[in-house]
């Protein structure tokens, strides 16, 4: 029998799960809504037989759900994977978070329910250890040679918010507050969330290093822009380009890259075999700060 924490935790769901679809109905196709209208009421009867501990709506719940899915031979990867989609969008709709962030703690938790289980395929999200290893080195060297730069700042944020690169583009001074360690970031339109502008915004917290990177950045090295607004990262005319930023990206890791390549043995090895990285791309440090999501997250 259910607790009393656990019959509101399900009732506090099933609410959920009735504005998600009422909202979404507004917004989505008529072959989406119903594909959305079946993987959530599918969920929400697991979750009313399962969450006997009043666990709530959350990243490893879905988890959990999506593992008993997989061991249903019936259902197909892709079935799978469409749930995942799906049910993330469910998540950040009633978290007010980025269904894209909700997935990789769901991932996160699914490695952690599934505990290795060699006949549990595990939904596919990954990043190349590769492509991995060159952004952490991008990123210290970014650390130590360029401290506080716009290209500095603009990375650690990605990072500490897992945010497109575009979103943190688009930040101004007034959605950052250092003194509370966090930022106001927007919602990209890469999910039905987002499309249909469910959930417009979220607040995300910003690490140490973030903090420090801005304040320093802000302090010294900005530039103040003649125009209206106040965006975040600016040149002496506005808003800095995006072009400008992928640039920048390109040529500083392509850099950092050679020299730490240069003093690497096994860089060195990497050279030989024609693996080497060259450079990191806006996407490469996007996907690094997903798999950073930890299960604290959850």
């Known amino acids: 029998m259910f607790s009393t924490s656990s019959r509101n935790s399900?009732?506090?769901t099933g609410i959920t799960e009735w504005a998600y679809l009422r909202d979404l109905s507004k917004h989505a196709s008529s072959a989406t809504y119903r594909s959305h209208k079946t993987a959530?009421?599918?969920?929400g009867a697991w979750y009313r037989d399962h969450d006997q501990n009043?666990?709530?709506?959350n990243a490893e719940t879905v988890a959990r759900f999506l593992i008993g899915l997989t061991e249903q031979s019936e259902k197909s990867h892709a079935t799978v994977d469409s749930y995942l989609d799906i049910l993330s969008n469910l998540v950040a709709y009633h978290q007010h978070d980025a269904p894209a962030i909700v997935t990789a703690r769901i991932l996160d938790a699914f490695d952690q329910w599934n505990q290795g289980d060699p006949n549990i395929e595990r939904p596919a999200y990954n990043q190349p250890e590769e492509t991995?290893?060159?952004v952490e080195v991008f990123l210290a060297g970014l650390r130590s040679q360029k401290f506080g730069t716009r290209l500095h700042a603009f990375v650690e944020t990605i990072i500490a918010t897992q945010s497109l690169p575009e979103q943190v583009r688009q930040l101004d001074l007034t959605d950052i507050d250092l003194d509370e360690s966090t930022a106001s970031v927007g919602i990209p339109d890469e999910s039905i969330v987002g499309k249909a502008e469910?959930?417009?915004?979220?607040s995300a917290e910003l690490e140490y290093e973030a903090v420090e990177a801005l304040s320093s950045y802000v302090s010294y090295e900005r530039e103040s822009p003649n125009c209206d607004s106040a965006p975040l990262f600016t040149t002496t005319k506005g808003r800095v380009a995006p072009s400008t930023l992928r640039r920048s990206i390109k040529a500083t890791s392509k850099t950092i890259l050679a020299s730490s390549s240069q003093n690497d043995e096994r860089g060195e090895r990497h050279a030989e075999s024609g693996r080497t990285t060259k450079h990191v791309t806006l996407t490469d440090i996007r996907?690094?700060?997903?798999?950073?999501?930890?299960?604290d997250d959850v």
């Open 10 to 12: 399900t009732h506090s």
């Open 40 to 43: 959530v009421q599918q969920f």
């Open 54 to 57: 009043g666990a709530g709506l």
């Open 132 to 134: 991995r290893k060159a």
């Open 198 to 202: 469910l959930v417009t915004t979220r």
């Open 287 to 295: 996907q690094f700060a997903l798999t950073e999501v930890g299960q």
